[in-house]
């Protein structure tokens, strides 16, 4: 596609449901990443792939996130039993070049909010 | 660890008024630099970026920015400020590799 599109844009999930937030990267584009903007801050790093190898998972704040990317492609972020801290907006973007030179192309983001 | 710290989380203007948003990173290494803007409910759209080669990078509508190594700093700037320029503006910072660090951000308001 023209652009790097996440759904859904809005999800309100209750406390300890599981979520589940889509990333479609710009076709093509080797490298995906994930963040997570709290509100009012930048962007903090969640996780990296590159084609379907997770490379870099340090950001994940706990064990109930989980990435993945099967096909090189389409990415998920699942959040397991969804806590109130869990609400921020997530982020995905995509770059076509490995090295951070280059800069990204973000989504529109998911907003998450737990109640 | 690196870090980036923009001065000022608000920023208010006059249309036509300069635009002035500082940065500064942490790291006795030059790293590549980035201007990020968002829109309110939008993601991040590259305004710019420093890549080592010319010190004065120029963006899109309008921006500016110029590294300093000595500062430590990658302030933007836009000589006239118009109505469309309101938003939440990023600076980030990565070190050849694949992250990119950001600050808190700074939002900006033009006053008519």
């Known amino acids: 596609g023209a652009g790097v599109s996440q759904s859904p844009r809005y999800k309100v999930a209750k406390r300890g449901q599981d979520v589940a937030l889509r990333c479609d990267p710009i076709?093509?584009?080797?490298?995906l990443f994930w963040y997570q903007q709290a509100l009012g801050q930048g962007p903090e790093f969640l996780t990296y792939?590159?084609?379907?190898?997770?490379?870099?998972k340090s950001g994940l704040p706990s064990d109930r996130f989980f990435a993945e990317r099967p096909e090189g492609s389409v990415s998920t972020l699942k959040i397991q039993r969804t806590q109130q801290e869990d609400s921020a907006v997530y982020l995905c973007?995509?770059?076509?070049?490995?090295?951070?030179?280059?800069?990204?192309?973000f989504g529109s983001g998911t907003r998450l909010t737990v109640v | 660890a690196q870090s980036v710290t923009q001065l000022g989380s608000h920023v208010s203007v006059s249309e036509g008024a300069l635009v002035l948003l500082r940065c500064n990173y942490s790291?006795?290494?030059?790293?590549?630099l980035f201007w990020y803007v968002q829109y309110p409910n939008q993601g991040l759209q590259l305004l710019l970026k420093?890549?080592?080669?010319?010190?004065l990078v120029k963006g899109i509508n309008g921006f500016e920015a110029e590294f300093k190594k000595s500062e430590t700093s990658f302030h933007l700037t836009k000589p006239s400020a118009h109505m469309s320029d309101a938003a939440e503006y990023f600076c980030a910072v990565s070190f050849n590799d694949y992250k990119l660090s950001f600050g808190a951000g700074t939002t900006v308001t033009v006053r008519a």
């Open positions: 420093y890549t080592s080669a010319a010190t």
């Open positions: 792939f590159q084609n379907e190898a997770q490379l870099d």
């Open positions: 076709s093509g584009h080797v490298s």
């Open positions: 790291s006795s290494v030059p790293p590549y």
């Open positions: 973007a995509s770059t076509s070049k490995v090295e951070g030179s280059y800069g990204y192309t």
